[in-house]
Each structure stands twice: as structure tokens, then as C-alpha cells.
């Protein structure tokens, strides 16, 4: 007789918009919002988050491992999103020298005492008969709408635009970041679940019909589909839209289901896949 697991899903927990850097607990509308998407339940023994965890990764840290006690996860498996690279102060600038690229590495050295929390960064992970493979993406600019009005390159237009341009420090334009990671992306897919932030099909189909034509749209995806054709994976998990959204594609099951910030319409719904093992 097969078992099966349980898995919760999130993404885009934007832990410092919900409360203070410095709290060590989940707390607050936090705790509440999270109650009412995850269960107790001893079944349900992992848990998704498909990037943007925060933006001080201390926080995320303690927060994490608070989740994991609080609603008894055996495992937590998680990706960075762009709002884990970025440098908002000052003081993070110095902290980590102006470069994005020690954050990261802060992020990529973690390790919990209780080894529940594992940040993926291109690798497969098989954890009780499952193979997690998680990767963060990222856009390349392939599905142009169509040239913009004012002649700018795409480039140029990603740097008047997007956060990430004036956030993401010392490594290079958006295309330089996904010719680093989108190769991560293509050594996951022999994984029984994906887990990625940005998602690797066209915002027509990834997005809720109200971001399916922003001109920004093309940096929120990439072209991946090739890839998905190949794969045998029963899910994708993925983020950085925020809200909830469901669709099949090529036999893979993809959902994301996200937090988001608190100023924000809930679009999330409690959400819940099982894997026979």
C-alpha cells in the first residue's frame, strides 16, 4: 500500500511588512494569517515556500524555525525570490559590502539546529521517499509584449522600472542574473516537486488575467515551457505574483499560492498537495 505526504504551500512571506525586524516569534496579524492557512496537522510534514521570505535574513531565520515548531513541520523547504537579494538601507549596504551576492551567501550558509530548514539553490533533495528540487529562476526578458512606446531597450527599461534594478547590487543587469540562474532551474527537473519563484511560463498563462498585459509582466517569468515538456515532475510551486493561482501545463500541476503584503486583498487560500511515496 502507497503512503502519501502531505505538503503545505506559500510563497512571498514578506516577513518584515507583517512585523518588525526584531521579533523573535511570529506574532500579530502574522500569526493570524498563518493560522488560518496552515493546520496542525501531524499528516501534513513539509512546507513549501517559494521565495521572498523577507528582507533581513536574521528574521526569516528565526521565523522559520518558529513555523516549523509552531505547526510541527518535519521539513521546510524553501528558494530565494528577489526580495532576498535586495540592500534597503544604508546599513545593509555596509553590512554586506554593497554586494547582493553576500547576502546570498549568508542565505546559502544557513543551517538550523534542527536541520528542518533548507534553502535549495539548484539541487534535488529527496526527503522520505520525495525529490524536492528547488531553484529560484529568473526572468530573461523573452516575452516582450511588444517594443515599448519609448524606443528603450530592454535594459533600459528594466532599470527605469523594476526594484530590483536599483536593489540588487553588484551583480550585473537582469540578464546577467539569469544566465546564472536559470541553468539551477534546468538541473531540477528529474524532481518530483519543483519549487521556484519566478515562474518559467508566459504571464499569459502563469498570471491572474489582471497582470497578464502590464507592461512589466516580462519581468516577472521566463521561458521554460521547453523544459516542463521534459520534465516529469507532478507539481510546480512557484511565487513572486502574489495571489493564488492553479493550472495544468504539460501533465505538471502548477500552483502558486502567496501571502503577499498586508495592504494587500487576500488571494491566498489555504492550499495543500499530496504525494504518494
Known amino acids: 500500500m502507497k503512503k502519501r505526504m502531505k505538503i503545505d504551500i506559500l510563497s512571498d512571506l514578506h ?37 521572498d521570505l523577507g528582507h533581513y535574513n536574521n528574521q526569516a ?12 513541520y518535519k521539513k521546510i523547504f524553501c528558494v530565494l525570490g528577489n ?9 545593509q549596504e555596509h553590512n554586506y559590502q554593497k ?6 551567501k549568508d542565505w546559502y550558509d544557513y543551517k538550523d539546529e534542527n536541520g528542518i530548514v533548507q534553502i535549495l539553490n539548484g539541487e534535488i533533495v529527496e526527503y522520505q521517499g520525495v525529490k524536492f528540487g528547488g ?7 523573452s516575452y516582450m509584449l511588444e517594443p515599448n512606446m519609448y524606443g528603450r531597450s530592454v535594459v ?23 544566465l546564472r540562474e536559470l541553468p ?40 521554460g515551457e521547453k523544459y516542463l515538456k521534459k520534465t516529469n515532475a507532478k507539481f510546480l510551486i512557484y511565487g513572486h505574483s502574489h495571489g493564488h493561482h492553479e493550472f495544468t501545463v504539460h501533465g505538471t500541476r502548477c500552483i502558486m499560492n502567496a501571502l503577499g503584503y ?10 495543500q498537495i499530496t504525494m504518494e511515496k
Open 99 to 104: 554586494s547582493s551576492k553576500n547576502r546570498e
Open 184 to 223: 539551477k532551474f534546468e538541473r531540477i527537473l528529474d524532481a518530483d516537486v519543483i519549487i521556484t519563484h519566478f515562474c518559467p511560463l508566459s504571464e499569459r498563462i502563469a498570471f491572474q488575467e489582471k497582470y497578464q498585459y502590464q507592461s512589466a509582466s516580462k519581468f516577472y517569468c521566463f521561458d
Open 61 to 72: 531565520f528565526v521565523l522559520l524555525q518558529d513555523i516549523a515548531k509552531e505547526f510541527n
Open 262 to 271: 498586508p495592504m494587500e486583498f487576500p488571494g491566498y487560500k489555504k492550499t
Open 135 to 141: 531553484a529560484m529562476g529568473w526572468y530573461d526578458g
Open 15 to 51: 516577513f518584515d511588512f507583517w512585523q518588525k525586524p526584531n521579533k523573535k516569534k511570529v506574532q500579530g496579524q502574522l500569526r493570524r494569517e498563518l493560522d488560518g492557512l496552515l493546520d496542525k496537522d501531524p499528516e501534513v510534514e513539509v512546507l513549501i515556500v517559494a521565495g
Open 83 to 91: 526580495h532576498d537579494y535586495y540592500l534597503i538601507s544604508k546599513t
Open 156 to 178: 533600459q527599461e528594466w532599470k527605469d522600472t523594476m526594484t530590483d534594478a536599483r536593489l540588487i547590487m553588484g551583480m550585473g543587469d537582469f540578464y546577467d542574473m539569469s
